[in-house]
Every structure is written in C-alpha cells, then in structure tokens.
C-alpha cells in the first residue's frame, strides 16, 4: 500500500487525509437534505457542524500543546504534526458545540437527528481510508499470522448503519428514531469487532476494551431513545381505539 497520495519534496499529502477530507465534505453536504426531513434549516444545521469541526481540530491541537509544552517550544512543527484527536479534546469540543446549541436556541434531537446518516458515511470513510493506507488493527489468524479484516467489517458495517439511518429519515421523522438506530447499531458493531481487534493496553485489568465499554453506552442511550420513539407511536395508534372503547 502507498500511504502518501501527493508528495512535493518533504511535504506529502497521505491517502488516508485526502479520502477522509473527500467524506468530510460528503457528510457536510447530506446534513443540508437531512436537517430539511427533520424540520431544521440548513443553515443552521451546517453552522453548527462547522462550529463542532473546528473545534475538534483546535482544541485537540491546543490539548496537545498544552500537555506537550516543553517539547512544543523545542519542536513547534513536528509535534503539531502528530496525531491530535483524544477522547478529551472530542469531550471538550462536545461540550462547547453544546453550549453553542443551547445559545442558539437549536432542537438537540433533530440536530442529531439530523447528523446521523452524516457521522455513519464519516465512518464509512475513514474506514476506507484505513485501508487504503494500509492499516491493519485486526487480531492475528492462523498460521500465516494474517490479521482480521477489522477494517472491512468495520466499513461494511457503516454502510448499513448510513443506509438505514437515511432509508429512515427518507421514510418520515419520528424524533429520535435516526439517533437510537444509529447509536444502537453502531455500538453493537463497534463492540462484537472488537473483539477481533488488537487489545488495547490502556486498561489491561478490564475484560474488555475501553471502546467496548463506550460500545455499551452507545447501545444503552440508542435503545432508550429507540424505545421512546416506540412507546410514542403506539401511543398514537391505539389513541383512537381508547376513544372508541
């Protein structure tokens, strides 16, 4: 595999950055149909997904900075070049983004309602972009030691994930339904794959991995939300046998 897709003396551009720049900008442009089925405007919509993309980007980089300082000052542009996005600075972004929706006054359930599809094509790409870059996270298998293909099932599994989320946005807005389907499945996924995935080192003591843990309370915020969206509609279809009885 060839992991520099452009290459201009030291400078080269990776294929994993140029194929997920390309599901960026996919991913920014499907949140333009899906806030109009959900009830939003566009505008609005894609504001805020800018806002939560620039800061993910900078405040990661400032973490990095932060908890690096020394070796920043000795090495400002190679330590800039390392690989940023943590756990806190997506918390810290997540946080931000909030207060900025809260401010501006946008419904937080069709907002990711709205996002869902997006976040599932996102991860489609970055997975595809794993692969092409050569990656392989998966748990050796037999004796020729091949990993697991942890990156295709990963990837097929967000192209399903993105096409029920969008099949069920194109069928009608029920409030929650894309969120709780997306979250449900993709915290199954995330969890069962991972089981086919290099263990991680940074809690051995657990019996499972950290992103399994998160896994969990993906599956058991998306069930709740998926119940609630149900709960509502069988409200509404046995309201008129209740008036009739």
């Not at 894309?178 to 290099?198: E, P, Q, V």
Request: with cysteine; hydrophobic share 55%; glycine share 8%.
């Amino acid at each position: 595999m060839h992991t520099t897709f452009l290459q201009f003396g030291h400078l080269h551009i990776p294929v994993f950055g140029v194929v997920v720049a390309i599901g960026l900008m996919a991913s920014l442009s499907l949140t333009q149909w899906s806030a109009r089925r959900v009830g939003l405007d566009s505008d609005r919509v894609w504001n805020t997904v800018m806002l939560a993309v620039a800061a993910i980007f900078l405040v990661s980089r400032l973490l990095l900075v932060v908890f690096n300082f020394r070796s920043f000052l000795q090495y400002p542009l190679l330590l800039l070049a390392v690989p940023s996005l943590t756990s806190l600075g997506i918390a810290v972004s997540a946080a931000l983004v909030y207060g900025y929706v809260r401010w501006r006054g946008v419904p937080l359930l069709p907002l990711l309602d709205s996002c869902a599809a997006s976040a599932a094509l996102l991860w489609a790409f970055v997975n595809a972009g794993y692969l092409l870059d050569g990656t392989r996270d998966g748990m050796p298998v037999g004796s020729t030691s091949a990993p697991q293909p942890v990156e295709v099932y990963t990837l097929v599994s967000a192209l399903v994930i993105f096409l029920a989320v969008l099949n069920a946005l194109r069928t009608g807005y029920r409030g929650g339904e894309a969120t709780g389907l997306a979250l449900t499945a993709s915290g199954l996924a995330i969890f069962f794959i991972d089981f086919y995935r290099l263990p991680s080192e940074l809690l051995p003591s657990l019996p499972i991995d950290p992103s399994q843990i998160i896994a969990l309370v993906m599956v058991a915020v998306g069930g709740a939300l998926l119940y609630r969206v149900a709960k509502r509609l069988y409200a509404q279809f046995h309201e008129p046998d209740e008036r009739e009885g």
